[in-house]
């Protein structure tokens, strides 16, 4: 059997480690919560399937190495999970995303998760290409120099009108 909780865990210097601000529904245990986060964000599932005998999941599995209650909160705690480089696609932030904010943050065991803070390893972030382009040529293509530039999804993203949707990206500006 799988345990997600190992505080015996080393960290490595290759892991990517993510610290989630944790708050267990009533009744559960903060090292439940925190093993559940790494246990949803990486090989784990709510039910036995057949192919988990086809792969080593210990190698590959989110581990939550360290629980601290946080400080004037109650019932909050910092869970801090590491996760093997092994488990993502190199080059994808979608997939890095996907994987560790993605579906756990409507996990049952937890009242409430907010990801405070990640750190990714050098040898996973020389992975990632860059735009094909630098910023001079982004400017050239608008002709707007001298200020920010703002990408953004504007909300809602339906149902403004076209006045009302130009007037919110101009107070984005």
């Known amino acids: 059997k799988l345990t997600y909780y190992t505080p015996e865990y080393e960290v490595k210097d290759s892991d990517i480690l993510a ?17 559940a986060v790494a246990a949803e964000s990486s ?24 629980i601290e209650p946080v ?3 109650e019932n909050q705690y910092i869970a801090y999970v590491a996760y093997p480089l092994d488990l993502f696609e190199e080059g994808s932030v979608t997939n890095l995303f996907t ?15 907010r990801l405070e803070d990640l750190r990714i390893p050098p040898s996973y ?7 094909p382009h630098g910023i001079q040529v982004e400017r050239d293509k608008l002709n707007k120099y001298g ?6 999804t504007i ?6 009108s076209a006045k009302n949707y130009g007037r919110a990206v101009y107070e984005c500006l």
């Open 71 to 73: 400080a004037g909160e």
């Open 125 to 131: 972030s020389k992975t990632f290409q860059g735009p």
């Open 155 to 160: 909300k809602p993203k339906l149902g403004l």
């Open 99 to 113: 994987s560790i904010v993605g579906n756990v943050f409507g996990f049952k065991a937890l009242r409430a998760l």
């Open 147 to 152: 200020r920010p530039l703002l990408g953004c």
């Open 19 to 35: 610290a989630f601000r944790v708050t267990p529904q009533p009744g559960v245990p903060p090292e439940e919560a925190g093993a």
């Open 43 to 66: 090989t784990g599932t709510w039910t036995t399937v057949w192919t988990d005998g086809l792969t080593s999941l210990d190698r590959y599995k989110g581990r939550c190495y360290n």
